[in-house]
């Protein structure tokens, strides 16, 4: 392996150390944005962990594909390095495009689905209101009409189901 192909390797896994720091921080805001009822906020230590493993198997993926499967101790080195100058430099920059990515998408996405939810609730709340309308007349005769023979059916319920 060349100086520069080692070169090149560091970078990228310093890359990915900045990467996999974004990805955690990213996790831990959202988690803390969840209520603390929910269950997803009761899981977030377990689900950390399964975001930790996930980013260690892409790590050796990267590592993979970029040296053949060759491991140095330069490469979680270079990760680490990646990880602390994410913590350093870069959160405040890598936080700002997560709230310009939400206000940006996210929201515009959410309040699009929160109307059609509105449109088509109204719509039903609509129809059920003219067939309420349409059928009330009937339903108050259903309902005179039901009373003399509910009466007899209740007593008859009675006859048969009594408690001794």
């Given at each position: ?29 959202f ?12 899981l ?66 959410v ?21 309420y ?31 001794y």
């Amino acid at each position: 392996m060349t100086v520069n192909e080692q070169f090149f390797s560091i970078v990228i896994m310093t890359v990915s150390g900045i990467m996999i720091g974004a990805v955690i921080d990213a996790t831990r805001i959202f988690f803390s944005a969840i209520s603390p009822k929910s269950l997803l906020r009761k899981l977030s230590r377990i689900l950390e962990i399964v975001v930790w493993a996930l980013l260690g198997v892409i790590s050796f993926y990267i590592i993979f594909l970029i040296k053949g499967g060759e491991w140095r101790l330069v490469d979680p080195l270079s990760q680490i390095l990646g990880i602390f100058l994410y913590e350093s430099f870069l959160q405040p920059f890598f936080r700002f495009l997560g709230k310009v990515f939400i206000v940006l998408i996210i929201k515009p996405i959410v309040a699009i689905f929160r109307l059609i939810v509105k449109l088509i609730k109204g719509t039903i709340g609509l129809l059920i209101g003219i067939f309420y309308v349409l059928f009330r007349p009937f339903y108050k005769l259903f309902i005179k009409f039901k009373n003399p023979f509910y009466r007899h059916f209740v007593n008859i319920k009675r006859t048969i189901f009594k408690k001794y």
